[in-house]
T-cell receptor, first 114, second 109 residues
């Protein structure tokens, strides 16, 4: 693995179903993030984690949960998917949460909720 | 009001042209500034950070005007490979990264 991987690449999901988007990084970065990207709205932060064992809410956290059991993995769970959660989801990581730390993005997961 | 606003474009320019993008941000407490590049159906990648004194990286020049709360990106001698969407990004606080909706550039042969 090099960088950040996300799985699945894409998914079609029935409303009401539970879904976990996976994110793994091999750069030993402390901070990790989940964003969603919607047309006309840009990327918006869902949840973040500054270090293993801690998480925080971003701009649009409702309907999503995260966990950070270790440095490498940061899964995002939709407990009961709704059509408004149709989006492209990007996981990102950075060495720390400092001002000019570059965020590296995974390839994204395209999720459609019907 | 959006945290970060950009002209969505599209900007269609011939190869070799110079093109400039501007972006404005609404919160004066914003601390750091970036331009990211996003190719179609790909993830964003950092193009350059933007510092108060302005900075240059090859054909790319970024400027920051804190008094007017705007950021600019200048691309000289445009290449076909510069075709992409350019995202203006502003950080406020440790975890608050705000993205503009992007400006789409197409460089025409």
């Amino acid at each position: 693995i090099a960088g950040i991987t996300q799985a699945p690449t894409s998914q079609i999901l029935a409303a009401g179903r539970r879904m976990t988007l996976r994110c793994t990084q091999d750069m030993r970065h402390n901070a990790m993030y989940w964003y969603r990207q919607d047309l006309g709205l840009g990327l918006r932060l869902i949840h973040y984690s500054n270090t293993a064992g801690t998480t925080g809410k971003g701009e649009v956290p409702d309907g999503y949960s995260v966990s950070r059991a270790n440095t490498d993995d940061f899964p995002l769970t939709l407990a009961s998917a709704v059509p408004s959660q149709t989006s492209v989801y990007f996981c990102a990581s950075s060495e720390s949460s400092g001002s000019y730390n570059e965020q590296f993005f995974g390839p994204g997961t395209r999720l459609t909720v019907l | 009001r959006k945290e970060v606003e950009q002209d969505p474009g599209p900007f269609n320019v011939p190869e070799g042209a110079t093109v400039a993008f501007n972006c404005t941000y609404s919160n004066s407490a914003s601390q750091s500034f970036f331009w990211y590049r996003q190719d179609c159906r790909k993830e964003p990648k950092l193009l350059m950070s933007v510092y108060s004194s302005g900075n240059e990286d090859g054909r790319f020049t970024a400027q920051l005007n804190r008094a007017s709360q705007y950021i600019s990106l200048l691309i000289r001698d445009s290449k076909l490979s510069d075709s992409a969407t350019y995202l203006c990004v502003v950080r406020r606080g440790a975890n608050n990264l705000f993205f503009g909706t992007g400006t789409r550039l197409t460089v025409i042969p």
